[in-house]
């Protein structure tokens, strides 16, 4: 298979995931792109899969995926396609955070007249260390909710990879059960015809 990974991130765990996603594809001998939603992504004709990845700040999601997806929204509807969600919510166990998380997803996907085939909430990181004054306030505050033992202010990984290992074979099911991938020439092909 072809497959096309896009991340957006800010502190580089949706690229961590994204490269942990391409490893895993590797393994089972499908061809991964990777690329970053900030730099120049390919177009998603020819892929057979496109998987796409944000993480979460202040409730909303990195604009360049969703402008990508707003571009794109026709062309992923006819390939099989995922969403991977990054938050330090999807590592909490509070429902009404969760149900916030969720809501914000679905207008974040309507807003860019996407239906991936799924959607996967993954547990990011906190990166105290690295953060500012300013993101070490916001994010005690958010992690007061998530990881209360962790708002004292330590580096901590909530992502849990056997969960993603998971959702690459979901991936591997729905491709294999979806109709072959017609390539650009093929398509330009039937339309002159
Ligand atoms: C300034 C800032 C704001 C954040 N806002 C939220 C938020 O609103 N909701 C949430 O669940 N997580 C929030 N997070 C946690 C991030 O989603 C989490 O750290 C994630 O791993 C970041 O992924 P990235 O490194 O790919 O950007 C925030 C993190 C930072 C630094």
């Given at each position: ?42 177009a ?25 997806i ?19 919510t ?16 679905e207008?974040?996907?309507i ?35 998530a ?29 294999a ?17």
């Amino acid at each position: 298979m072809n497959i096309l990974i896009i991340y957006g991130t800010t502190e580089g765990q949706t690229r961590k995931v994204a490269g942990f996603l391409q490893n895993e594809f590797e393994n089972q001998k499908h061809h991964v792109t990777l690329s970053d939603a900030n730099g120049t992504p390919p177009a998603p004709a020819g892929f057979d899969v496109v998987i796409l990845g944000a993480s979460m700040h202040m409730e909303r999601y990195q604009e360049p995926v969703l402008y990508y997806i707003r571009e794109h929204h026709a062309a992923l509807s006819k390939t099989v396609s995922a969403f991977y969600s990054v938050s330090l919510t999807a590592a909490s166990d509070d429902e009404a955070s969760w149900h916030e998380l969720k809501h914000i997803t679905e207008r974040f996907l309507i807003a860019g007249h996407w239906h991936p085939a799924l959607v996967e909430y993954v547990a990011g990181a906190l990166r105290f260390t690295k953060y500012d004054f300013f993101k070490k306030f916001i994010l005690r505050q958010i992690a007061k909710r998530a990881d209360p033992a962790a708002a004292a202010g330590d580096d901590k990984e909530y992502t849990n990879w056997d969960a993603l290992k998971a959702f690459c074979t979901k991936i591997e099911q729905l491709a294999a059960a979806a109709p072959v991938t017609v390539r650009p020439e093929e398509s330009d092909f039937e339309a002159v015809c």
